[in-house]
C-alpha cells in the first residue's frame, strides 16, 4: 500500500514572495502519477499539477512548479510570486495508474498575507 | 470543458434516513469514484466502479453503503441508514483511461447527518 506523508499542518507567506510545500511518499511502484491539488474554503478539488514518474522533467504549470526526486520519493511544490487567492489547503495524491484510488497526504494548509 | 457534476450541493438527513448522492461523470470517462473528507481531515477513498462493477473499495464502505450506474450518464452512492459519523464532503471522479489520464473531481456534496 502506498502512503503519502505532508509534515508541514500550515505555512505562511508574503504577498508576491516563493514558498515550498513539501510531500513525502512510499511505494513500490516504478510508474505512477504524483499530483497537487488546491482546496480553497469553498471545499472544490482543484488541480493545480501533475507530474509523470518515469518523466525526469520537473513539471510547471505558470507559478507552479514541482521539484521531483524519484529516487528520494520526494514531490515539492514550489508557488512563485504568491498570491492571495493562493490561499488554501494543498493536498499531495499519489496514483499508481492502472484505474486505481488516489492516495493523499494530510494536507497543508497555506495562508498568502498581504 | 467538460466537468464532473455532483447534486445536490448540501444535503441535511436525519440518522437512520436513507440517502442518495448523485453524479455526472465526465461524458466519455470510464472509471468512477467517491471519496469522502471529514471536515479538517484528508481525503480518502471510498470506491472505484468500472465496466458496470465495483473494481475496489475501501474498508470504510461497508454494507451501508452502495453504488450504482442507473443509466448511462448518471453515478450514485447511496447510504441506507445515515449514521452522525457519515458526515462529510463526498467527491464523485473519473477518468478516461486507467493509466493515461488524470481524475477530475467534482464540486462535491456536503452531507450533514442530525
Known amino acids: 500500500a502506498q502512503t503519502v506523508t505532508q509534515s508541514q499542518p500550515e505555512m505562511s507567506v508574503q504577498e508576491a514572495e516563493t514558498v515550498t510545500l513539501s510531500c513525502t511518499y512510499d511505494?513500490?511502484?516504478?510508474?505512477?502519477?504524483l499530483f497537487w491539488y488546491k482546496q480553497p474554503p469553498s471545499r472544490q478539488m482543484i488541480l493545480v499539477i501533475r507530474?509523470?514518474?518515469?518523466?525526469?522533467q520537473n513539471a510547471t504549470e505558470n507559478r507552479f512548479s514541482v521539484n521531483f526526486q524519484k529516487a528520494a520519493k520526494s514531490f515539492s511544490l514550489k508557488i512563485s510570486d504568491s498570491q492571495l487567492g493562493d490561499t488554501a489547503m494543498y493536498f499531495c495524491?499519489?496514483?499508481?495508474?492502472?484505474?486505481?484510488?488516489?492516495?493523499f497526504g494530510e494536507g497543508t494548509q497555506l495562508t498568502v498575507n498581504p | 470543458e467538460p466537468e464532473v457534476t455532483q447534486t445536490p450541493s448540501h444535503q441535511v438527513t436525519q440518522m437512520g434516513q436513507e440517502v442518495i448522492l448523485r453524479c455526472v461523470p465526465i461524458?466519455?470517462?470510464?472509471?468512477f469514484y467517491w471519496y469522502r473528507q471529514i471536515l479538517g481531515q484528508k481525503v480518502e477513498f471510498l470506491v472505484s466502479?468500472?465496466?458496470?462493477?465495483?473494481?475496489?473499495k475501501s474498508e470504510i464502505f461497508d454494507d451501508q453503503f452502495s453504488v450504482e450506474r442507473p443509466d448511462g450518464s448518471n453515478f450514485t452512492l447511496k447510504i441506507r441508514s445515515t449514521k452522525l459519523e457519515d458526515s462529510a464532503m463526498y467527491f464523485c471522479?473519473?477518468?478516461?483511461?486507467?493509466?493515461?489520464?488524470?481524475?477530475?473531481f467534482g464540486p462535491g456534496t456536503r452531507l450533514t447527518v442530525l
Open positions: 495524491a499519489f496514483d499508481p495508474l492502472s484505474g486505481s484510488r488516489l492516495t
Open positions: 511505494t513500490s511502484e516504478s510508474n505512477y502519477y
Open positions: 461524458s466519455n470517462h470510464l472509471y
Open positions: 466502479f468500472y465496466n458496470n462493477e465495483i473494481s475496489e
Open positions: 507530474q509523470e514518474a518515469y518523466k525526469q
Open positions: 471522479a473519473s477518468r478516461g483511461g486507467p493509466s493515461t489520464d488524470t481524475q477530475y
